[in-house]
């Protein structure tokens, strides 16, 4: 009777043993495949649209020094490649560099934020000691000499993405009610930024010191501070200006009426000399003609360029200004170059891509999983967009000289590297931002 007891479990319990088993291995098989699923939608990858205008964008940016850097290569070293062949070593290094970044989690990046600001601002105080003095500026760190030394770098380049990281980490650990206040939101953001300005016009750097003041501008109002501060500074700032003009015009023209001012007026009548080097290059912005051989010379060079490029333009690598007549061809005032080889019809496309790579840029912004995220991305897309603005609009004399490069196409390492691993920063936010799919869904289940 046991016998027949313990046979007749057996024989209900087998099957339903089998089941659930062949139930367990199908279940973990679904599971793991649902898993998987899951994990694609939620890590879908980086931003492929961002890597490839970045990359495009770099690609010309490289052929344009290329075509900008041959005859200064020639005649400085007899090398004509010699350039080119470190800008596209550059560009190679920092693309290694762009993936390896986008690899790294945002919350990783973060943790190193406020420690990035403290050594960038040690770097600041050294380049001031053993820094390399080129025409009467200390700003670069290294052996040799900016463009032939090796292992050279810019302080600078490091301190706007330290001050990007740290003022993001800042707002978001502040909070933002907190941010609304003076002390909060406004006291340690202009006390890190004065010391930056002020260590940089030691130097002297302007081009550096007018991007960090409107880098922190932007994190700033970004991060929550209220809008009435910055009308008091504009306002400040803009009182200053008028009235160093006004007292001006009234010294040098007796029967002075404001009714009566003009641009013109302005030109002829205001000498801003007083105000060191950043004030003989408004003189020269105003009036490039009045020193046509000295501080006006660049801008007539680089005005030159752009005219005879034409529609057009003379052809890639049929530049005439490229050979000695306009300094910082393959630098500064390589868009120049762009203008006169490519024409308007090239020069638009070039400003075209770099709109797409901005608005992409703040569509991830905007789409990004957390505030952190957020704000970085504000932060680095503002920085490529101020730098796109002002060098074509220095390079055109719209604004006057500020020595500010142009992202992906100007010469040199270090801003070349730290633009790309800033772009690998934008990938990374970018890999952690759901699809549109999964944020629907999200949607109707809070509805």
Not at 55 to 73: D, K, N, Q, W, Y
Not at 305 to 325: N, P
Request: aromatic letters at 10%; glycine letters at 8%; one cysteine or more.
């Amino acid at each position: 009777m046991e016998k027949n007891a313990i046979e007749e479990l057996e024989k209900y319990a087998q099957p339903e043993l089998n089941i659930n088993q062949d139930t367990l291995l199908g279940w973990d098989e679904r599971d793991l495949s649902t898993e998987f699923e899951k994990t694609a939608q939620k890590s879908p990858g980086i931003d492929k649209p961002m890597l490839a205008i970045t990359l495009v964008i770099l690609l010309i940016g490289v052929i344009m020094v290329l075509s900008a850097s041959f005859a200064r290569g020639y005649y400085t070293s007899s090398e004509p490649l010699r350039l080119f062949l470190r800008q596209a070593t550059f560009a190679f290094t920092g693309v290694v560099l762009m993936i390896i970044t986008s690899q790294i989690r945002v919350r990783t990046i973060s943790r190193f934020s406020m420690q990035l600001l403290f050594v960038s601002v040690v770097l600041l105080v050294l380049v001031l000691v053993i820094g390399i003095k080129v025409n009467g500026a200390r700003r670069w760190i290294g052996l040799g000499s900016s463009e032939n030394g090796i292992l050279t770098f810019q302080p600078s380049e490091v301190a706007k993405l330290a001050l990007i990281l740290a003022f993001a980490q800042m707002a978001c650990k502040i909070g933002k009610e907190k941010m609304k206040t003076f002390k909060f939101g406004v006291l340690p953001f202009v006390f890190i930024t004065c010391l930056m300005i002020i260590l940089l016009r030691l130097e002297p750097h302007l081009s550096a010191i007018i991007i960090i003041t409107a880098l922190a501008a932007v994190m700033m109002f970004a991060g929550g501070t209220k809008i009435r501060w910055f009308i008091i500074v504009v306002a400040a700032l803009i009182s200053m200006i008028a009235g160093l003009v006004y007292f001006q015009l009234r010294a040098n023209l007796p029967e002075f009426e404001i009714s009566n001012v003009s641009v013109e007026t302005i030109r002829n009548n205001v000498d801003f000399s007083g105000l060191g080097y950043e004030g003989r290059r408004i003189n020269a912005w105003l009036n490039p003609d009045n020193d046509p051989l000295r501080d006006g010379f660049q801008i007539r060079q680089s005005l030159n360029a752009i005219g005879s490029g034409g529609l057009l333009g003379q052809g890639l690598g049929q530049s005439r200004q490229k050979y000695l007549y306009l300094p910082e061809e393959h630098n500064d005032y390589i868009f120049a170059i762009v203008c006169e080889e490519l024409g308007f019809i090239g020069a638009m496309l070039i400003i075209l891509l770099f709109v797409l790579l901005i608005i992409r840029g703040y569509w991830l912004a905007l789409n990004a999983s957390d505030k952190f995220g957020s704000l970085v991305v504000i932060g680095i897309t503002s920085l490529l967009a101020l730098q796109v603005f002002l060098n074509i609009a220095v390079v055109t004399n719209m604004l006057p000289a500020t020595g500010i490069s142009l992202p992906f196409f100007s010469y040199g390492g270090t801003a070349l590297w730290l633009q790309l691993i800033q772009i690998g920063i934008i990938l990374s936010v970018s890999r952690e931002i759901p699809p549109v799919q999964e944020k629907s869904d999200n949607n109707k289940e809070r509805l």
